[in-house]
């Protein structure tokens, strides 16, 4: 098949996906608009139980972006200075960046060069008798082994928060990523799988006792209006938001299975090459918000894809233990190294579900140029 007529392949295309629900995202914003009831309400309350219904969980309370989401899990569990927090190194900065702003410290693992989640043997040997709790990451939309991390939590008394800002809908063994620990927290920054007009989080939980805390936290700490039992913060979600969140939630199983579908395409035409693909575990449901490969000389590949531009994304070419603003906590180079390799060696190709199978053709033969004539 012919590829030679695609002339650009972004790493993103809202545009596509806004153009394929138009109708509906407009209704909602005009019915918004005509309420002019722009926080809290119907739009918020509805989306609170869909998310909670399709993360089976039983609480879902809306904030303000994913790194809130994390930043009051953290707080509504007491965590605060002298804590320790274990979380893996290679990740987007929140994950960790949550926990110094509790002004808790972060201790960071490696992950499992395959899945590039946390290496649960790790896990114990970081434990301290400051240790309270552990934040796992589902990076790239693939549901981490949460039941073996909840176990290692409950045997040394841990909380346990996921940050499944990439994973909603992933899930293992059959259960919902967000929905096996203490807290899941999402994020629905546009980049992510169900990605507003904006910024928005949502936390959710099993435990009404911690949803009432995080609502709280989220709301000043006021209950009822302007009766403030602890200190907390404004960190809502627009009613706009919502209301495009909920079009929007209803397309992504579709969406998420097109990814599969073009990560699976993607897996074929790079068989018998030089291209390392993602792993997927079977265990789990993947929802490839990122399709990540691997190659040697990665920065070659990227300056190669983008004169031909194509779009593609280094997730993360810092591991959290080497970057400056964590110096202090003494890491060196070699601590870590799948964090670091996998730093030195990965690249995000698009994925989107608006792709067409002639793009992603285009993708994997210019990729497969760059790495046969190396
Ligand atoms: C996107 C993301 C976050 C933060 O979400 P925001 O909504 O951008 O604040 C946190 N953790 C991970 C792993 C993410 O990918």
Request: aromatic share 8%.
């Amino acid at each position: 098949m012919s590829t030679n007529t695609i002339s650009k392949v972004p790493l993103l295309d809202l545009r596509a996906q806004y153009d394929t629900i138009r109708p509906e995202v407009d209704d909602a914003v005009r019915r918004v608009m005509e309420s002019c009831g722009f926080i809290g309400g119907p739009e918020i309350k509805g989306l609170e139980e869909e998310i909670a219904r399709y993360s089976q969980t039983a609480h879902a309370v809306a904030c303000a972006s994913g790194t809130d989401a994390i930043l009051i899990a953290l707080w509504a569990l007491g965590i605060g200075p002298g804590d320790e927090v274990i979380c893996p190194s290679y990740t987007f900065f929140a994950t960790a960046g949550t926990i110094s702003n509790n002004g808790a410290t972060p201790v960071f693992i490696d992950i499992d060069p395959k899945t590039y989640n946390m290496d649960l043997h790790l896990i114990e040997k970081a434990i301290t008798p400051r240790t309270k709790a552990i934040v796992a990451v589902s990076l790239f939309g693939q549901c981490a082994d949460i039941p073996s991390i909840k176990a290692i939590c409950d045997k040394h008394q841990l909380f346990l928060i996921e940050d499944a800002a990439q994973s909603i809908g992933s899930e293992w063994e059959g259960k919902r990523s967000g929905s096996m620990c203490d807290f899941g927290t999402f994020s629905f920054f546009p980049s992510k799988n169900l990605g507003g007009a904006g910024d928005g989080g949502m936390i959710v939980t099993q435990n009404a006792e911690l949803a009432e805390k995080a609502r709280l936290l989220c709301n000043h700490g006021a209950k009822p209006k302007y009766y403030h039992s602890v200190v907390g913060t404004n960190s809502r979600l627009d009613a706009l938001q919502a209301a495009i969140l909920r079009v929007k939630l209803r397309h992504l199983d579709r969406w998420s299975e097109q990814r599969a579908k073009n990560a699976a395409l993607y897996n074929q035409l790079f068989e018998g090459t030089a291209v390392g693909r993602p792993y997927h575990d079977p265990r789990t449901r993947h929802i490839y918000n990122q399709y990540v490969i691997r190659v040697t000389n990665r920065d070659g590949l990227k300056a190669h894809l983008a004169e031909r531009n194509i779009g593609c994304e280094v997730y993360y070419p810092v591991p959290l233990h080497q970057q400056k603003c964590f110096a202090s906590l003494g890491y060196k180079t070699g601590d870590m190294p799948h964090s670091e390799q996998a730093a030195l060696e990965t690249l995000a190709l698009p994925i989107y579900p608006e792709l067409s199978e002639d793009m992603i053709r285009h993708v994997a033969q210019t990729v497969r140029d760059f790495v046969a004539n190396k």
